[in-house]
């Protein structure tokens, strides 16, 4: 039989070999590895062409712009097509990179407004919907404003791309912040750095009245 001294000495190094073992998985080599042992490579922010980190709307724009397979103007066309003796009020490009869709928005001459979703990929309209809470004086309003559109919204998009080459997202008749001129809204994505410029033309003399850069 081992001496009684012996067996405390082993206990004690056996001891000592456990501690060391788990300070061993505090360490650096704990740090730098997941759950099941493995590296984890760091997650890298999407970039423009140039290298330089996006935003968060940039990048948004990023995943969602190229997956519109059909652009503003084919959207407007299925549109209008789905409301008789309608014409374009608002188009714009929403919905997510696995399903984009356009948001259209088109009305008859009395004013009366239909929403109509456009998907993006194959072009397909929705069933259009007569907007709800539209009253008489919105009708009125509408009516007036197109019936004072000389300018079309392809027309008003058409002079924002010769100013900026890009995307057209976005297209919307509305009064401006300018004495109440009408004007069509046009947003162009630029896909070099996924900025956002907003054009305002003159929806009776086709002259751009704003133009605002969205770097955001």
């Known amino acids: 039989m081992a001496p009684r ?25 704990g740090a730098k590895t997941g759950a099941a042992g493995t ?25 969602l712009v190229p997956k519109a397979k059909v652009g503003y103007d084919k959207a407007l066309d299925a549109a209008v097509a789905a409301v008789d003796k309608s014409k374009p009020v608002s188009v714009e490009l929403k919905g997510t990179p696995d399903k984009p869709v356009w948001e259209t928005e088109v009305a008859t001459a009395d004013g009366a407004a239909h929403t109509v979703d456009v998907d993006a990929v194959t072009g397909k309209a929705d069933k259009a919907r007569a907007k709800s809470d539209e009253d008489a004086d919105d009708k009125r309003e509408l009516a007036d404003r197109l019936g004072k559109a000389k300018v079309s919204a392809q027309q008003a998009a058409q002079t924002a791309t010769d100013k900026t080459k890009g995307t057209v997202t976005s297209v919307e008749l509305e009064d401006s912040d300018k004495a109440g001129t009408l004007v069509w809204s046009v947003d162009v994505v630029t896909t070099k750095d996924w900025n956002k410029t907003t054009y305002d033309i003159d929806a009776v003399s086709r002259k751009i009245v704003r133009e605002h850069v969205d770097r955001d």
Do not use: F, H, I, M
């Open 5 to 29: 001294g012996a067996g405390l000495v082993c206990a004690a190094a056996v001891a000592a070999a456990l501690l060391t073992g788990c300070g061993n998985d505090d360490g650096d080599d």
């Open 39 to 63: 590296s984890k490579a760091p997650t890298s922010a999407p970039t423009t062409a140039s290298g330089a980190t996006l935003t968060e709307d940039q990048a948004e724009r990023k995943e």
